[in-house]
């Protein structure tokens, strides 16, 4: 078997979780009677000091419900040029909720007061009006970088004056709570909405959970029937959700202590120009040799580990719950005899 670090949603659910999902009890969610379904929805509202949530098959829906109830058509969304809901969810702000998008040049992913402040159009007919601001943490593409919580706080106070609608695109917030030794309760509050995805680092087979107040979530829930994401008996992925809710979220630390030591072989490989800083349990390396990115692929794949191309020049590397030490120590081999 390849070792896989393609992301972190390539995981299997542990047995723990399968007897979880097996074992619970279950209903209709469409008529919100799924106890499973409801309890995951209250503990994870609970766990980030909102008051209701609504459960979604991915994240990409979870962002693009999200988008959809805080613009109206022609109003325009502010994030990183980096944002995964701008590059990969298939320009759903377009499809989805007619909205424009204005792309701020941040530091790998991450915008600041003076950033948005800069781009918030006049009140004159000519331009979208401003109403959402939509930040990344980690940043994917940044590297798996995590926002300084200060600046966060500082957006968020922004906004609230501005009356701009804040989003978290928190695929990864876990990753970046762990890595802060942060609590959940602290930071939850200062976003009108929050998606965590529940099948990324957490190990769930599928899931993502958008936060809000009561009125939000009606709202979203409306939506996501639109979108035709209103499941029925969902309490057997809830139940995945809620055991990893449980379980996983403090052994991110070992996701990244092993993505650190990937990072740290990687500076002193000759074919590897730069590393992104690792600080979560994302890897992205720049090559010397540009136009070698699938040729270096296929050679790593050939010897057992598998990648994914990640813009000019780079891949990516993400450690999960399924890579252990044992394949640390076979992945860093890999990598000495195919960067160097
Ligand atoms: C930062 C970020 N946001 C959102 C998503 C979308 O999640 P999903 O694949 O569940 O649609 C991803 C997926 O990789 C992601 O990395």
Not at 6 to 9: E, F, K
């Given at each position: 078997m390849p070792i896989d670090l393609?992301?972190?949603?390539v995981t299997q659910p542990t047995a723990a979780m399968k007897a979880a999902m097996w074992e619970a009890p279950l209903g209709d969610d469409v008529f919100e009677e799924d106890p499973s379904l409801n309890a995951l929805e209250q503990k994870a509202a609970k766990l980030f000091g909102h008051e209701s949530a609504l459960f979604c098959p991915s994240g990409t829906m979870t962002n693009q419900i999200a988008i959809r109830v805080h613009t109206q058509p022609g109003q325009e969304v502010l994030c990183d040029e980096l944002s995964h809901i701008y590059h990969y969810e298939g320009g759903g702000i377009a499809v989805n909720s007619l909205a424009s998008v204005r792309l701020l040049k941040g530091d790998r992913g991450r915008i600041t007061v003076d950033d948005i402040a800069a781009n918030i159009n006049p009140d004159d007919i000519h331009f979208p009006v401003s109403s959402l601001v939509s930040l990344e943490n980690t940043c994917n593409k940044g590297g798996g970088c995590c926002y300084d919580w200060k600046t966060v706080e500082a957006i968020a106070d922004f906004c609230r004056s501005r009356q701009l609608g804040l989003h978290l695109d928190g695929a990864r917030l876990f990753n970046a709570l762990v890595a802060t030794d942060t609590a959940p309760a602290t930071v939850g509050p200062w976003f009108d909405t929050i998606s965590i995805c529940l099948?990324?680092?957490?190990?769930?087979?599928a899931g993502s959970l958008l936060l809000g107040t009561h009125a939000t979530i009606k709202k979203a829930r409306r939506v996501r029937k639109v979108l035709g994401?209103?499941?029925?008996?969902a309490g057997l992925l809830a139940a995945a959700g809620s055991y990893a809710l449980d379980h996983h979220v403090h052994r991110l630390a070992e996701d990244h202590d092993r993505a650190k030591q990937l990072g740290s072989t990687l500076t002193r490989c000759?074919?590897?120009?730069k590393v992104l800083?690792?600080?979560?349990?994302i890897v992205v390396f720049e090559l010397t040799?540009?136009?070698?990115v699938d040729a270096t692929r296929q050679r790593m794949e050939a010897e057992g580990l598998r990648s994914v191309p990640f813009g000019a020049g780079k891949i990516r590397l993400v450690t999960h719950l399924d890579f252990n030490d044992d394949q640390l120590t076979e992945t860093t081999a890999i990598l000495k005899k195919c960067l160097n």
């Open positions: 393609r992301s972190d949603t099948s990324k680092g957490l190990g769930a087979p994401g209103g499941m029925r008996q000759a074919l590897v120009r800083p690792v600080e979560t349990n040799h540009p136009a070698e």
